[in-house]
């Protein structure tokens, strides 16, 4: 998950599009929640005090973002290749981090007790990437460069 935050750090640091930059923003800080989530079992403990939760209210913003984000695109013909802008290439690298998070979330609720790992902690993971995937089309769209696109058993020579 913090490696997640810091890819996402890189590619705010190289997004042009505004939509971009204010969408991830609030990620950032959702994503410390979501570690401090992840490092408190359901049966911990508190001291007291509520432990940080993600909420399905953090998923449903996920969702309204990509929609958000979504709004002014093509629809997709065919997968698309990493690359296009930096900030493209950054977005798909951040994608594949969160999703590489999601998969280390998923052992973690393998190997400790029945609802000890909150499940909208994963969906908010889930979420995320789709929504890292989007804004690398937005942010190609946003410089005129077109999505690479797919092509099945494509240029196969050396």
Known sequence: VDETNAAIGVVLSAALSPLTQRLLKPVQNDLFDLGADLCVPASAPTGGRPPLRVTSAHV????IAIDAANADLGDLRSFVLPGGTAAAAWLHMARTVCRRAERRAWELVADVEEGAVNEQALKYLNRLSDLLFVLSRVENAASGVEDVLWQPG????P
């Open 60 to 63: 449903d913003s996920l969702e």
């Open 154 to 157: 494509g240029d196969v020579s």
